[in-house]
Structure formats: structure tokens, C-alpha cells
Nanobody, 121 residues
């Protein structure tokens, strides 16, 4: 059974930083693309960053230059370093396992339970 568990969310002021982590179990982690998505109340879940099995990355325009996704295959963990946070980054952040390296949420077959990120102005 695949399990994804996010941690590291919290409340910060605009301009602050947070680092999210996602620990994975139940599958051969290194074989899969992984991604981070976020969902604000009343909105759809949007993928903001992805990392392929080979380490190639993709970012949504809204976070490019501010967020960095990385993975440590020895720890079965992915990370999302978020800097220069803005109030519009406020959302529940989810990590997901991708069927391939995709910016489309429908191409992810497993999601974690999410972690709340709140950015105040």
C-alpha cells in the first residue's frame, strides 16, 4: 500500500519561507515522478512543482523562482522549499505520486493527506 505523509506546513508572514517534506512508503520510490500540488478553499487542486525519476523539474509560473522541489531517494522523501511566500500561496499542500512527470493533477494516482500553509500579509 502506497502511503505519502506531508509535514512542515505552518503560518508565516509574507516574504517568509517554509520547507515541506513528504515521506513515501509502499512502492519503489525512485521509479516514480513526484509532485506538489495545492488547493485553496473553493478552488481546484493545482500542481505547482514536479520532479521526475531522473531529477528533472517543472514549476507552475506562479511559483517559478520562489519554490524548489527536490528528492532524496535514499530517504524516500521529497521536499518543497518555499521562499518569498505571498498571501496567495495560502492553501493545503499535497504531495502526490505521478504516473509520469506531469503538471496535471489527474496524472497522479496517490496523494497524501495534505499540510496547511497560511501566509499573512
Amino acid at each position: 500500500q502506497v502511503r505519502l505523509e506531508e509535514s512542515g506546513g505552518g503560518s508565516v508572514q509574507s516574504g517568509g519561507s517554509l520547507r515541506l517534506s513528504c515521506a513515501a512508503s509502499g512502492s519503489i520510490f525512485s521509479h516514480y515522478a513526484m509532485g506538489w500540488a495545492r488547493q485553496a478553499p473553493g478552488k481546484q487542486r493545482d500542481v505547482v512543482a514536479t520532479i521526475g525519476s531522473g531529477g528533472n523539474t517543472n514549476y507552475a509560473d506562479s511559483v517559478k523562482g520562489r519554490f524548489t522541489i527536490s528528492r532524496d531517494n535514499t530517504k524516500n522523501t521529497i521536499y518543497l522549499q518555499m521562499t518569498n511566500l505571498k498571501p496567495e500561496d495560502t492553501a493545503v499542500y499535497y504531495c502526490g505520486r505521478g504516473t509520469y512527470n506531469s503538471m496535471y493533477a489527474g496524472n497522479y494516482d496517490y496523494w497524501g493527506q495534505g499540510t496547511q500553509v497560511t501566509v499573512s500579509s
